[in-house]
């Protein structure tokens, strides 16, 4: 059986990216560790996932012009990351609280709760919630 382990997301520093990841959405940092670019640069391996997931986002250090470019934009702007929660009041209070910017007010549609949020890097997520929550 497949399953999806590993998306990348482009981050000017892994620091900042870690600490959004960690501390506003309450993700587990799985790993960080040094790791070689493939011609032999020092980078870091570091991968975050939210608790309980078995798909975790590889956090990569831009390297060069074009991929610092698209930092913020690797979704040419659209939403490209869905973050489902049980309790979504529960959540978006606490993501509010931590800073998180937030796009939109929450609002219901037919799939459930729905509020697009910004990551340290620009990036658009859906706040993903139930409709029991209203």
């Known amino acids: 059986m497949a399953n999806l382990q590993l998306v990348s997301l482009i981050v000017r520093d892994y620091d900042s990216a870690i600490r959004f990841f960690v501390d506003a959405l309450q993700f587990e940092l ?10 032999g640069r020092p980078k870091r391996w570091v991968v975050v996932r939210p608790l309980g997931a078995a798909t975790g986002i590889l956090l990569a250090r831009a390297d060069g012009d ?5 930092i913020g934009r690797q979704t040419a702007g659209r939403v490209g990351f869905f ?18 910017e937030f796009l939109t007010e929450p609002r219901i549609e037919p799939y459930g709760m729905v509020a697009v949020f910004r990551d340290s890097e620009g990036n658009r997520w859906d706040l993903l919630g139930p ?3 209203t």
């Open 30 to 39: 799985v790993e960080d560790v040094p790791a070689l670019t493939n011609d």
């Open 66 to 70: 074009e991929q610092t470019a698209m």
């Open 83 to 100: 973050l489902r929660v049980d309790d979504f009041a529960a959540t978006y209070a606490r993501m509010r609280a931590a800073s998180v």
């Open 131 to 133: 409709l029991a929550d």
